[in-house]
């Protein structure tokens, strides 16, 4: 129950499909959603607390940006992300966040 506490308090400083993309994007940079996982809306959503809506959103975000590959027919997968995107990433996350 504190665990859906916490992530109440995170939804409340930012935009639904905000959240969902953030969420995402990290668990895909921690490798907790790894390369070739496929991505199931419906339990990104329950997982999260949240719609479908914002999770679309935010899986097509993630596309654009090259984590995320979607499949007609078939849904979405995680795309392959390199150690050197990843520290990229990670750099300019540190540098943004202050």
Known sequence: MKKVRENMKDMKRVPVSIYAYN??????LNNELMSGEKLVEESLAESLKISRIPIRGALRQLEQEGFVTYYPQRGSIVSHVSASLAQELYEVREVLSG
Request: glycine fraction near 0%; charged fraction near 35%; avoid cysteine.
């Open 23 to 28: 969420k995402i994007k990290a668990a895909i």
